[in-house]
C-alpha cells in the first residue's frame, strides 16, 4: 500500500502552521522545507513523492508550510523572510528535527538552525529567484503596453509592496531576499543534478521541474534524492 | 567537493530547454539551429522564457540586460547559442 502522508502543524507567531508528516519505523527523521513561490508548486508532487520514498527506507520526514504559502491563512504580503527563518527554526524545535533538506531558494530559509546537519539540493540566492519573477512581470507588462524594467521594479519593490508572478511581496521581504547569499554551514551535504556542473559534494539524475510550464513529477528523480537523504542521515 | 566542469553554451541552452519542455535526451538533441521556439512550442511562454533567462545566467555565470532581449533571440535555438556564445566572451 502506498503510504499517505498525514497533516500535522507547528505553532508560529500564535498560528498554527501545517506540516506533511509521514512517520516511518524509525528514529531517522528530517525536515524537508519546500521551495518558494512557483517552484514550490511546480515540485510538490516531486517531494511529496521523496517522503514516501523515504518511508520504504526508513526515514520519517516533515514537510512545513512556509507563512504566507500554500495553507498557511496569514497574506504573503505580510510576511518577510526573518518570519520564514524563526518558522523553519520554531519548527524544527517543535518536531525534535536535526536534520534538514532545504530545495532552491529555501536554502535561505534554513540559517537560523546553524547547529543542524544540512541536506541542500540545487541552491540558488534570493536575487535569482526575485530575478525570474521581476522578468515575469516586465513580459506582463509589456504585454500589456507598459515598458517597465528590472532596474526599475526593484526600486520600486524597495519602498512598497508589489505584485510578481501572482505574488504580493511586501517590501522588507523583497529586501531580504535580494540580499540573502546561500548559506554556508558547518555540516552540510550540497547536492545538484547530473546536468548541473557548478561545484557540489553529489549529483543526482532528473531534470529542473521547477522550469516547467506546469507542477510535474520525476519518480526516477525523487526515489534517487530520498536514497541520498537516506545514506546521508546514517 | 567535484571540481567545475567547462559548460559550452550549446549545452547549457539545450539543457535548460530540455528541463523547460520536458523532453528527453535524444529529443532536445534533435534541436538544430533552425528549430523554432517562441510561439512554436506552446510550453514557451513568457513565464518559462522568465525561467529560462535566469537558468541560463545562473549555469553560464553571465549576466543578462533587459535590453539584450527582444522577439528575435527566441525565434529559433540557433538565435539562442548565438546569443549565449556572445554572452560567455563578453
Redesign the interface.
Known amino acids: 500500500m502506498t503510504p499517505a502522508p498525514a497533516f500535522v502543524s507547528y505553532e508560529f507567531a500564535d498560528r498554527k502552521e501545517l506540516c506533511l508528516s509521514l512517520a516511518a519505523q524509525s528514529s531517522r527523521r528530517v525536515m524537508l522545507v519546500p521551495p518558494l513561490f ?1 517552484e514550490m508548486n511546480r515540485m510538490r508532487k516531486m517531494l511529496v513523492d521523496v517522503m514516501r520514498a523515504l518511508e520504504t527506507l526508513e526515514v520519517g520526514s516533515i514537510m512545513p508550510d512556509l507563512p504566507g504559502t500554500n495553507e498557511s491563512l496569514v497574506p504573503l504580503g505580510l510576511v518577510t523572510l526573518t518570519d520564514w527563518q524563526k518558522a523553519v527554526e520554531t519548527c524544527a524545535q517543535q518536531h525534535d528535527i536535526s536534520h534538514v533538506a532545504s530545495f532552491r531558494g529555501s536554502a535561505v530559509t534554513v540559517t537560523n538552525l546553524r547547529q543542524a546537519d544540512h541536506w541542500i539540493f540545487s541552491p ?1 540566492k534570493g536575487a ?1 529567484i526575485l ?3 521581476l ?2 512581470r ?3 507588462d509589456k ?1 500589456s503596453g507598459q515598458a517597465t ?3 526599475e521594479l526593484t526600486a520600486q519593490a524597495g519602498s512598497g509592496p508589489i505584485e510578481l ?1 501572482g505574488n504580493i511581496l511586501g517590501s522588507r521581504l523583497f529586501t531580504e531576499l535580494n540580499a540573502a547569499e546561500i548559506p554556508d554551514f558547518i555540516n552540510q551535504r550540497v547536492v545538484r543534478l547530473e ?7 553529489g ?1 543526482i539524475p532528473g ?7 506546469e507542477p ?1 513529477d520525476d519518480p526516477a528523480m525523487s526515489s534517487a534524492i530520498a536514497r541520498d537523504i537516506a545514506s546521508w542521515l546514517e | 567537493m567535484q571540481n567545475e566542469v567547462e559548460l559550452t553554451p550549446e549545452a547549457a541552452v539545450r539543457a535548460v530547454m530540455r528541463d523547460i519542455l520536458g523532453l528527453s535526451e535524444e529529443q532536445v538533441s534533435e534541436f538544430k539551429a533552425e528549430t523554432e521556439l517562441f510561439g512554436a512550442l506552446p510550453e514557451l511562454d513568457s513565464m518559462a522564457v522568465a525561467g529560462l533567462l535566469t537558468e541560463l545566467e545562473d549555469r553560464l555565470d553571465i549576466m543578462i540586460e533587459d535590453d539584450d532581449v527582444d522577439g528575435e533571440l527566441f525565434e529559433t535555438f540557433g538565435n539562442l547559442v548565438a546569443f549565449a556564445e556572445m554572452k560567455v566572451t563578453e
Open positions: 512557483d540558488v535569482t530575478r525570474t519573477m522578468r515575469t516586465v513580459a506582463a504585454e524594467s528590472l532596474a508572478a546536468s548541473d556542473n557548478k561545484p557540489g559534494d549529483q531534470s529542473a521541474l521547477w522550469l516547467r510550464a510535474d
